[in-house]
């Protein structure tokens, strides 16, 4: 057994003493630490997605379409309906999951002598990405209460200039949306400050009481909308990302994509769960009412939330926010602890899952106070 350790190796000097990015999954009766849909795919779907890859695997000898014309066709037509704005082939793109979308624009637009903002705290893998790809990263400024302090903000980019933008809204891990004249105005600024991309990281826009910013692209074509499969389509397990942007953008990216990087059964799996939107975006539904409940049984406790417009919610404020999450976890519930200081996420789960998650908190409660 070796007992080189990974500093001893030659690495890049910005990965030295970096931890890689996880939640921490325990054996526990209530897990809601990692934003999971609790849904399992009805069993329409699970056979629709049997008959696809079926198909699929009949030609596994051959590459897959690598330009995946007909899963982003259909995800144009998705963003469409849902989204309110005009959208074709040409102006989608997808990849394993929206952190490898955030990888190849960060490949694209970043890079060694580039740098990247973001308004933390937020999506921590915006950071570890940009340093896994050589870019410079800079830490932006956030209110007390989380919102993005858009004064603060809009001096930090005429500074740094940086070559991406990214906004997260809903926010991770915070919950809450950002008004779309914030998005317009750190647009502009960025423009100002030079020709630089803005990100718009949409995982859970799904569970918004708002709309989605789709509108925000026309005109603006350095300005791109990230968006994942894995929270409102419950398909955590098919890792499938995409974004909207100008065609432009989405001829750039395909510059650092690697050779068909999408699999023939991803592609498969990703157009059976297509077919099922109605009754996916129905479970949706339910945990928003899931989630509106915890933010008003939280607050009934006694407890400070962050308005949430996510398919979780932060709530505190604690002491010692570790311990907390320790004695959560004694009563059989699995939340999660981002560092955020006095502050813990609990993810929205099915009903019977929150109740134990609120007989928890309510001890908790007690314990504290007594």
């Known amino acids: 057994m070796s007992d080189v350790r990974i500093d001893d190796l030659p690495i890049r000097d910005e990965l030295r003493g970096k931890s890689p990015y996880g939640a921490p999954q325990l054996d526990v009766p209530v897990r809601l630490n990692t934003n999971e849909n609790p849904y399992p795919l009805p069993e329409a779907l699970v056979e629709r997605i049997a008959e696809r890859v079926r198909e699929a695997a009949r ?21 469409q309906r849902t989204g309110k704005h005009p959208l074709g082939i040409e102006n989608v793109w997808a990849a394993n999951g929206s952190n ?10 970043g890079g060694p002598g580039r740098t990247a903002i973001g308004f933390e705290p937020s999506y921590s893998m915006h950071a570890l990405i940009a340093r896994g790809t050589g870019t410079g990263w800079i830490s932006g400024p956030r209110n007390e209460d989380f919102t993005i302090d858009l004064a603060a903000a809009e001096k930090a980019i005429a500074e740094h200039r940086p070559d991406v933008v ?38 859970y826009v799904e569970f918004s009481h708002g709309d989605s910013l789709l509108p925000l692209l026309d005109g603006r074509p350095h300005l791109v909308i990230s968006r994942t499969m894995s929270k409102a389509f419950g398909a955590a397990g098919l890792r499938l990302g995409y974004l909207a942007a100008d065609p432009a953008v989405v001829d750039a990216v395909q510059l650092v994509r690697l050779p068909y990087h999408l699999s023939a059964i991803t592609q498969a799996t990703a157009l059976a769960a297509l077919e099922h939107t109605d009754t996916l975006l129905g479970y949706v539904e339910q945990l928003k009412s899931e989630r509106d409940r915890l933010v008003a049984e939280l607050r009934a406790t006694g407890y400070d939330v962050v308005e949430s417009d996510a398919n979780f919610v932060q709530f505190g404020r604690f002491a010692d926010a570790h311990e907390a999450w320790r004695k959560i976890l004694d009563r059989g519930v699995l939340v999660r602890d981002n560092g955020v200081p006095g502050w813990l996420r609990v993810s929205a789960g099915t009903p019977e899952e929150n109740d134990a998650f609120l007989d928890a908190v309510r001890e908790l409660k007690k314990e504290l106070e007594a």
Do not use: C, H, W
């Open 59 to 79: 030609e596994l000898n051959r590459y897959p379409d690598r330009d995946a014309v007909q899963l982003r066709t259909e995800l144009a037509k998705y963003l």
């Open 100 to 109: 490898e979308v955030i990888q190849q624009l960060l490949q694209t637009f």
């Open 166 to 203: 990214f906004i997260t809204t809903p926010n991770n891990p915070t919950g809450n949306a950002v008004p779309p004249e914030t998005v317009l105005a750190l647009y502009e600024a960025a423009q100002a400050a030079k020709p630089s991309m803005v990100v718009v990281d949409e995982a």
